[in-house]
């Protein structure tokens, strides 16, 4: 299939690798044009603006950081929906607030344009192996003919409704999620930090027996091991999904306390001069509260 990408960062660029690997023709876009060189020198085409990544496409997926930069590469002057062929879809795999996945559905249908949001769950590596999970939303004609194509990163596909909001909405509980866990861990390490027990001989204990989920595996190991400096979350990152999921509890009038418990640490986080480390880091938040350095 024709394939076009908008959004090289960590995530889109692995991404966009696995589409390559699967033999689809690719055509990307990115504001920083060097982060698309092994692509190109791969096959894949390089458009000036995304409007030409979408002329001719079949789909044309985009992965950016946030609403603002999501609304411009699409509905600007030269952004995805001014030249998406009838037929073509656009999906969307940004985590944004629901407002924007409202803004996307409803701008896209009244061009007549097919639209999904196809939300990943994983961090980098897990792109780079093609081994993230996908949550699909959107009308079931426009689904059935994204499933084939999402494969190439994602092998596990979910299906939140006909609603892309709802995939977008799941994806921000799901992160939420992870911020929790991260949270709990924390809790858990300093309280037995400060009684004598290393963190990594909990970590042990806790991925040995029942807490051995991929989520306390991967994070609990970076947190342990005090990986901040390489980010594949910055707390930035985590600040801005936390508080688009606080938003939805306010939409939906569901209070979410433990949500607000994330958000007061990611402040301080960046307060601590933490902003663009990986939010693991958030551990060393719990330490000093409980008075280790």
Do not use: W
């Not at 806790?206 to 190991?221: L, Q, R």
């Not at 091991?225 to 606080?246: I, N, Q, R, S, W």
Request: hydrophobic share 45%; charged share 20%; proline share 5%.
């Amino acid at each position: 299939m024709k394939i076009g990408f908008v959004g090289l960062g960590a995530m889109g660029h692995a991404m966009a690798e696995r589409l390559l690997d699967a033999g689809h023709e690719l055509t990307v876009h990115n504001r920083t044009p060097a982060k698309a060189d092994d692509l190109v020198a791969r096959g894949a085409v390089f458009a000036q603006t995304p409007a030409q990544v979408a002329a001719g496409a079949d789909v044309v997926f985009s992965m950016l950081f946030d609403d603002a930069t999501t609304e411009f590469a699409v509905f600007g002057p030269e952004g995805i929906a001014q030249s998406l062929p009838a037929g073509a879809i656009h999906a969307c795999c940004s985590t944004i607030s629901l407002d924007q996945a409202k803004r996307l559905r409803d701008g896209h249908a009244k061009r007549g344009q097919s639209y999904a949001s196809a939300n990943v769950l994983g961090r980098p590596p897990a792109a780079i192996a093609g081994e993230l999970f996908v949550i699909l939303g959107g009308q079931d004609e426009t689904l059935s003919r994204l499933k084939s194509v999402v494969t190439a990163f994602g092998p596990k596909i979910f299906v939140a409704g006909n609603d892309p909001v709802q995939a977008n909405l799941a994806k921000l509980s799901l992160n939420f999620m992870i911020m929790s866990t991260i949270e709990q861990m924390a809790e858990v390490f300093a309280l037995n930090e400060k009684a004598g027990t290393l963190p990594s001989t909990m970590f042990e204990i806790m991925t040995g027996s029942f807490y051995n989920a991929p989520v306390h595996k991967n994070y609990g190991k970076l947190m342990v091991e005090g990986t901040y400096d390489t980010p594949g979350a910055p707390v930035t990152l985590g600040l801005k999904d936390t508080e688009m999921f606080l938003d939805a509890g306010h939409t939906y009038q569901v209070p979410l306390p433990y949500a607000s418990i994330a958000r007061d640490r990611f402040l301080a986080a960046m307060a601590a001069g933490d902003s663009e480390r990986d939010f693991v880091v958030l551990l060393e938040r719990v330490r000093q509260d409980a008075g280790l350095r």
